[in-house]
């Protein structure tokens, strides 16, 4: 299984950028897809995931700047990041979790499979 995510880069405050995560080696449509983010000094946190198409959760931090979708038939996940602030700066990246393996996804230890990470910076 591998998950490459990109996308990331260097924006101001108020930007927008849209990542990507490609999926292979499993049945997409059976994993629930996350994204989730790390800043220098802080732990891993959740951002939000992708159930299905149509069941999506965030954090309320970035509810109503991001959104995430999917597409199965390419086996690809994006996060559409609005609004951007500098305390959106970290390390995103993606992650797969079986559906119905657990009902907990929010949590990074609850993911099987991640991708490298693709860094997000937000000037001031």
């Known amino acids: 299984v591998q998950l490459q995510a990109s996308g990331g880069g260097l924006v101001q405050t108020g930007g927008s950028l849209r990542l990507s995560c490609a999926a292979s080696?499993?049945?997409?449509?059976?994993?629930?897809m996350g994204w989730f983010r790390q800043a220098p000094g802080k732990e891993r946190e959740f951002v939000a995931v992708?159930?299905?198409?149509?069941?999506?959760y965030y954090a309320d931090s970035v509810k109503g700047r991001f959104t995430i979708s999917r597409d199965n038939a390419k086996g690809t996940v994006f996060l559409q990041m609005n609004g951007l602030k500098p305390g959106d700066t970290a390390v995103y990246y993606c992650?797969?979790?079986?559906?119905?393996?657990?009902?907990?996804?929010?949590?990074?230890?609850?993911?099987?499979?991640w991708g490298q990470g693709t860094q997000v910076t937000v000037s001031s």
């Open positions: 992650a797969a979790q079986l559906r119905y393996s657990t009902n907990n996804v929010y949590s990074p230890s609850e993911y099987t499979y």
């Open positions: 080696g499993l049945t997409f449509s059976s994993y629930n």
């Open positions: 992708s159930r299905s198409s149509s069941i999506t």
